[in-house]
């Protein structure tokens, strides 16, 4: 049996196959790991590195990192916990995200993540940046206020709706989500139904008038915490 | 002994969140008990009367009114707690942020669509607060001890804070007590 491998995380031993990230040999094996940028749907991207862990010692992201035999896996540690509530917490300062106004709310796994880490306020000062907002489509919204640039729709248009409708423009703090034509997301062949939007973290891409289709308080993570399901 | 004191106040706020503490219903008259209310629009005293053992913050820092009430809050509190979103991040009064302040007043008092301004002139009285060039959460202000998250934060949330931290425990809100909206 040379595809099985055996690793250990927070010393609990799991068998994983070979080929597996630490990610989905944890899901698994009924271990949840933090992450937002991974989608199990998708391939590995490993820009948002929530999903921080330490292997042998090593800081990686557990999302891309393969497993391997024998590997020490620490996840639930008070140091890697603070690790994840700093760069989510970073992710809030990055945007704008008002939760009280938006659509999302109750089942957005950035604001779930923030829940289950217990962030109350970020440590970092906010930014409050200028994001253009694209309503052009007749069915779909882009709203990069919302944006945490995890490149889920990026992926998504492209394996699996077949479009590459969207990606990225600028670097650093300049980054930003564009769409494959002129005139905007109007321009582009994107449809309410695709992937790419369903995928979506965070109220970013949103199909227009289903915002409010379910009340505040009946959502996904109002009394469920992200990663219950595992 | 006399009863510990707690003051409040609402500042670039929508008084949502001092609706959430009246909220806690019947419960307010075990509160009375516990506490006595110092400054606060809840009894409409204006100034402080002496220590505060909790101050608490709704809305977020939008002019120097809001400044200087925040600062003697510090002043004159022990513990201070945000309350609400707008204390936490400036919340919807900070979608003003990314816009600069002269188009903001603009847009208010010159060009809205809605505008009906004949001497075309923005206001600005010594007797009218000064906006600040964007909305601050408190914490980015004086030192925030507790934040309460939520737009408003529920009764339960309010009250199990203030419960604990009268009778000396930790504050441990469950996940049902954590939210943003």
Known sequence: MTDSVKLKIDGKEITAKAGQTILQAAAMAGIYIPHLCAHRELEPWGSCRVCTVKVNGRPQAACTQPVAEGAVVESETPELVNVRRALVEMLF????????????SGNCELQATAYRLGIAAPRFPYTFPKRE???????????????????RCVRASTEVDGKHAF??????????????????????????????????????LMKKRVGFAVPVGQR???EKQIGSEI | MSKPKVATTSMCGCFGCHMSILDIDDRILKLVELIEFDKSPINDIKSFTGR????????????????????????????????????????????RNPIPLQECLEEAYLR??????????????????????????CHEVVKIDYHLAGCPPSADTIWETLVALLSGKPVALPYSLLKYD
């Not at chain 2, 022990?78 to 900070?94: F, Q, T, Y």
């Open chain 1, 93 to 104: 300062v990055e945007g704008n995200h008002v939760c009280p106004s938006c659509e999302k």
């Open chain 1, 133 to 151: 907002i694209d309503a052009s489509h007749p069915d779909i919204i882009l709203e990069r206020n919302r944006c945490i640039l995890c490149a």
């Open chain 1, 167 to 204: 990606d990225f423009v600028g670097r650093g703090v300049h980054k930003r989500i564009a769409v494959n034509a002129e005139a905007g997301l109007a321009g582009t062949s994107a449809a309410a139904t695709d992937k790419a939007l369903s995928v979506c973290p965070v109220g970013c």
């Open chain 1, 220 to 222: 996904q993570f109002d």
């Open chain 2, 52 to 95: 505060c053992a909790i101050g608490l913050l709704e809305g977020g820092v939008a002019n120097d009114e809001n400044y200087h009430v925040l600062k003697a809050f510090r002043e004159n509190c022990d513990i201070l707690i945000s309350v609400g979103e707008c204390a936490k991040n400036g919340g919807v009064p900070a979608l």
């Open chain 2, 112 to 137: 809205g669509p809605t505008v009906y301004n004949p001497l075309q002139v923005i206001p600005n009285d010594v007797e009218i607060p000064l906006l600040l060039d964007k909305v601050y959460p």
